[in-house]
């Protein structure tokens, strides 16, 4: 992978036509659209390269990426050939999939995940693919095939708009004039991966162009019982001439995933392929329609735009053990429910001295206290979830640059405007039922519908029907001066204003316990940079920019202290919270090394106001939303890459420091350190300013060298090395292993992977290629959480594991893993007409 400038970024770019469209300005296109207007590169907080000098004005160390790299790294999709091959990017696998990982840039993150903090802004097009329900980015939704290239852009640069607080990634799709001919790709591998790939492009001299791609993946996955299905097709078909240029995209998938999610420590060391609870199962369906133009309407003037509709619907189907089970006493039925169970026409259940040493899986009470209507939601041990989220998101946007000579300076201005608006309706269920030796759930006819009362008086009630309308609308502008031969300065902002508007089916009206609610926010975010290049490849910059991002549907649900909830499986009331501002400072250097490579230096530091948090509530030990005073995130980024004959070669080193700023209280029952009267109780524990935050390793080195052995054969090897981090669970850093009721480190350990890969040139037209991931087979794991565990060191479930105090009775807690995949081959032929 190769860090070029923005220069670069721009041709690999030269036909995006908006990113909201403001990436169309930002993420670097070509004003080139015919001969008689200049090749100027336009960035939003980043300065305007001059002309003459297009490849070093650059204010900011952007990630670039063809087609060709893509392909060659092997990666199965977008978010694997990030972790691989882009600087300050990591992966947390939490869901344990190939295709729902959690991408971490500079500890910002995109996730499927509903809940997590967002901070990336992923665009795909111009058009925006942060959904709008939670602002998550589903991965296994975008191509591999059908991308030409792609731009990781740093910072809150705010003419990506909403929710870019630590960075941006966009991505331009083929056309048929790109990519041109045909090809047919087909693979295996391990864990009975099968896969099938084609592409088609072409044009005609009446300007009419075209190109098509279809993906059809299936695998069993390396983990117990964890198999994927991904079906993608993806087209578009456009008409240009020499100053314009049309093009619709049309997309569909049609996916099914199964995650199993973290595994406790101890089941992974008896084995490491075990999960937890299954299934974990999600179905996702999008549908994509986008249409772009483009038209050159003078020397200095360039019109763009894009009217795009979304249309999401998925699934989710969880087996997860019920943790109001694990202090209650579960085994042995008393005499009621044994009656209960004999009159259903059961049989076998135990008379008496049923125990957790004789019972591994019990089952009798949960299905007794079902016939009793009794106590199911303490007596069953598992829990099934589901939810159905339908998604719907439009708009359009618009823009123009003009390149002009004012005061002496050549300026290139570029204003736009764009409008989003989405409808989103969440619905979630549970039913109680018991697990099973293999970790399943058998149902049974009780669901968490408010129907019964728990002991405190209050249902059982885990539902959620909810609904929202979000809408954007949004101005911005860019200024970049040419000041002189050397110097460039660029000045922009944008201006956002949304309104939320969320509606409870279950609890309408407002008030307690209700998820109605009108939210507006508004703000303008302003950027400013400086690049100074005194010689060729060599070049300084200076920047800063303020990024935002709204509080999404779900956090808004819970956001009342009055009405604490635990997320994903509740939502409350909806008090107003504030939205998260980023503030981000980046500097650096960049020049040659001799004929052979390019060096960059660069410092960051990005603050986060009114950061998100989700906070304990003292006396339930529940939780809700809040807005948490500051957290930083700063480091120190070193890159060199450059090819030396036939050896490519390239390194990446980045050292961040991703630290809470403000004092706070959260939820700790599972860390060693927290308030709890005695070990294994609730509690919680304190965060204060310097401490850590989860999931953010401190070091992330990476390298590769890519061997072109004649032109016939390649081989690559890359190596990707990350230092541990803090569990969930463990913000405040202080969680130590000890005593029955604290397992495991609440740390994960560092650990350094390496993939080989190779192709092989057949014919002219046929090619093999093969890969290895993790060629060591190395163990280890990218994230970590702590929690209470519902096993005991044999795997069998275990309630009331530790003897009661004061009547409460202590949790066994762990450190629950995502396991890395272990080693694994993949081989495949391409066949192009």
Not at 282 to 295: A, E, F, M, P, W
Not at 637 to 663: C, H
Request: with cysteine; charged share 15%.
């Amino acid at each position: 992978m190769k860090l070029t400038l923005l220069a670069a970024a721009a041709m690999a770019l030269c036909q995006a036509q908006a990113a909201d469209l403001a990436a169309d300005a930002s993420a670097a296109i070509s004003l080139a659209a015919s001969g008689d207007l200049p090749t100027v590169i336009i960035t939003g907080s980043m300065p305007l390269p001059t002309v003459e000098q297009p490849r070093d004005a650059l204010a900011a160390p952007v990630q670039t990426a063809g087609a060709q790299q893509i392909a060659a790294s092997g990666a199965l999709d977008i978010s694997a050939f990030l972790r691989r091959n882009l600087g300050s990017v990591v992966v947390n696998e939490v869901q344990n999939n190939p295709f729902q990982p959690d991408v971490s840039y500079r500890g910002y993150t995109a996730s499927p995940l509903l809940g997590t903090p967002q901070g990336l802004s992923v665009y795909l097009d111009g058009m925006r693919l942060n959904q709008p329900f939670g602002d998550v980015v589903s991965w296994d939704l975008i191509p591999r095939m059908a991308i030409e290239s792609l731009t990781l852009m740093p910072g809150s640069n705010p003419l990506f708009g909403l929710n870019t607080l630590g960075g941006a990634l966009a991505l331009q799709t083929k056309d048929g004039k790109s990519s041109p001919g045909a090809a047919v790709e087909a693979r295996l591998g391990s864990h009975q991966r099968r896969a099938v790939e084609f592409e088609h492009g072409g044009s005609h001299a009446s300007g009419w162009h075209w190109y098509v791609t279809g993906n059809r993946f299936s695998e069993d996955g390396w983990r117990d019982d964890s198999p994927s299905d991904v079906r993608q097709v993806f087209g578009k078909l456009g008409w240009s001439d020499a100053r314009t240029d049309i093009a619709v995209t049309v997309a569909r998938a049609d996916n099914a995933l199964t995650g199993n999610g973290l595994q406790e420590q101890r089941m992974l060391a008896r084995d490491y392929r075990s999960v937890y609870t299954k299934p974990d199962l999600t179905q996702n369906k999008s549908t994509l329609l986008n249409l772009t133009g483009r038209h050159q309407a003078g020397a200095g003037l360039l019109l763009s735009g894009n009217v795009y509709y979304r249309k999401i619907d998925t699934h989710t189907f969880n087996g997860d053990l019920n943790d109001e089970s694990l202090d209650q006493s579960v085994y042995q039925p008393g005499a009621a429910e044994r009656a209960a169970l004999a009159a259903a026409g059961y049989t076998g259940f135990p008379a008496s001295g049923a125990n957790a040493s004789n019972t591994p899986f019990p089952k009798w009470r949960c299905i007794a206290n079902v016939l009793l209507n009794d106590e199911p939601a303490e007596k069953c041990n598992g829990m099934l979830n589901r939810s159905h989220t339908e998604q719907e998101n439009y708009g359009l946007s618009g823009q123009l640059t003009v390149l002009a000579d004012l005061a002496g300076a050549r300026h290139s201005i570029t204003a736009g405007a764009a409008f989003d608006a989405s409808h989103a309706t969440f619905r979630q269920s549970s039913q109680f039922g018991y697990l099973n030796p293999d970790r399943s759930i058998t149902p049974v006819n009780f669901f968490a519908d408010g129907t019964q009362i728990d002991d405190d008086g209050t249902p059982v009630d885990k539902r959620v029907d909810l609904s929202g309308r979000m809408r954007t609308w949004s101005v911005y502008a860019s200024d970049s001066m040419a000041l002189n031969q050397a110097l460039t300065l660029t000045v922009s902002g944008r201006y956002n204003r949304s309104t939320v508007r969320n509606r409870d089916a279950i609890t309408p009206g407002g008030g307690s316990g209700s998820l109605d609610g009108d939210h507006r926010f508004s703000r303008f975010n302003p950027a400013i940079g400086l690049a100074y290049a005194p010689a060729k490849g060599v070049s300084a910059y200076l920047g800063y920019n303020e990024g935002s991002r709204t509080p999404t549907a779900i956090e808004l649900g819970c956001a009342d202290p009055e009405n604490p909830c635990r997320l994903p499986n509740a939502m409350a009331g909806d008090p107003p919270l504030k939205q998260v501002v980023t503030k981000t400072w980046e500097a650096g250097l960049r020049g040659p090394w001799g004929d052979v490579a390019r060096w960059s230096a660069g410092l960051f530091r990005a603050e986060n106001h009114d950061d998100i948090l989700f906070v304990a509530d003292n006396q339930a030990g529940f939780g809700y939303f809040k807005n948490f005073g500051k957290t930083r995130h700063q480091g120190v980024e070193l890159a060199a890459d450059g090819k030396a004959g036939a050896l490519d070669f390239g390194v990446n080193y980045t050292w961040l420091q991703a630290t809470y700023q403000s004092r706070e209280t959260v939820n700790g029952s599972a860390n060693s350190s927290s308030d709890a009267p005695a070990p294994g109780l609730e509690g919680n524990i304190v965060i204060t300013p310097g401490n850590r935050i989860p999931l953010t390793p401190s070091h992330i080195l990476k390298a590769h060298m890519d061997y072109q052995g004649g032109r016939d054969w390649t081989v690559g090897l890359a190596m990707t090395a990350v230092s541990s981090a803090y569990a969930r669970g463990n913000e405040n850093n202080r969680h130590q292993a000890g005593g029955p009721s604290y397992l495991g480190s609440g740390k994960s350990g560092g650990y350094a992977v390496v993939e080989l890969n190779g192709k092989y040139q057949l014919t002219p037209r046929l090619s093999v290629f093969a890969q290895v991931n993790n060629l060591f087979d190395r163990k280890y794991a990218t994230a970590a959480q702590l929690g209470a565990t519902g096993f005991d060191a044999s795997g069998n479930f275990a309630a009331r594991p530790l003897p009661a105090v004061n009547g409460d009775y202590p949790m066994v807690n762990a450190t629950f893993y995502a396991a890395g995949a272990p080693r694994s081959v993949n081989a495949g032929l391409r066949y192009a007409f």
